[in-house]
């Protein structure tokens, strides 16, 4: 059973346009929200994280929006930039569980 | 370290043989995962260390897969018996507090198993 489903799976966008990549998870449970960002041959970074406390987080050109009620949450890139090319997974977690990630989203930003 | 280390980056291996994945955590981290990331995947959690203990090994998915952190540093994931869909990215990741909290990832090591 997948718990936490990412869309789309791949994404191309202008160079200083907006990426918004959206998941949405069933287990009301989730406490802790991280996005990750992955480079080809690289493990995952964490990017931005958010509890489901607040509606938003922001943190530069990166903004996570929740919304608790549907069970959905969502990236958003501002500006976005060719170094920004990279696959982006959503992920949740329970108190003290392991992390249950998305599928992934590629993102590709064109000049 | 300043990072998360696995050895080797790559291993080719036999069908049937036994092989060893190595994660040394950054430094002073208590919390150790093992996940496995097949391709196009998003990464699957396999097993949980907090000190020396695994935690939860929920995500081993048979007996085949064991692994240890005997002194609640350095771990080793250890594959019996390797089987082609085993072929995946392994990762392992190290947090200073547990699940819930940021972890830190390794570059994985590519086990391709022919």
């Known amino acids: 059973q997948q718990q936490v489903k990412q869309s789309p799976q791949s994404l191309i966008v202008q160079k200083g346009g907006i990426s918004i990549i959206n998941c949405a998870y069933e287990n009301t449970a989730f406490d802790y929200f991280p996005w990750y960002q992955q480079f080809p041959g690289k493990g995952p970074a964490l990017l931005i994280a958010?509890?489901?406390?607040?509606s938003e987080k922001k943190e530069g050109r990166f903004t996570i929006s929740f919304n608790k009620s549907a069970k959905q949450f969502s990236l958003h890139i501002m500006d976005s930039q060719p170094g920004d090319s990279a696959t982006y997974f959503c992920a949740a977690s329970k108190g003290n569980e392991k992390l249950t990630f998305g599928t992934g989203t590629r993102l590709t930003i064109i000049p | 370290g300043a990072g998360v280390s696995q050895t080797p980056s790559n291993k080719v291996t036999e069908k049937g043989k036994y092989v060893e994945l190595r994660c040394d955590p950054i430094s002073g981290h208590t919390a150790l995962y093992w996940y496995r990331q097949s391709l196009g995947q998003g990464p699957e959690f396999l097993i949980y260390f907090q000190g020396t203990g695994a935690a939860d090994d929920s995500g081993l998915p048979n007996d085949r897969f064991f692994a240890v952190r005997p002194e609640g540093s350095v771990s080793t994931l250890k594959i019996q018996r390797t089987e082609r869909g085993d072929s995946a990215v392994y990762l392992c990741a190290s947090s200073s507090q547990g699940p819930g909290t940021e972890a830190f990832f390794g570059q994985g090591t590519r086990l391709t198993v022919v």
């Open positions: 958010i509890r489901p406390d607040v």
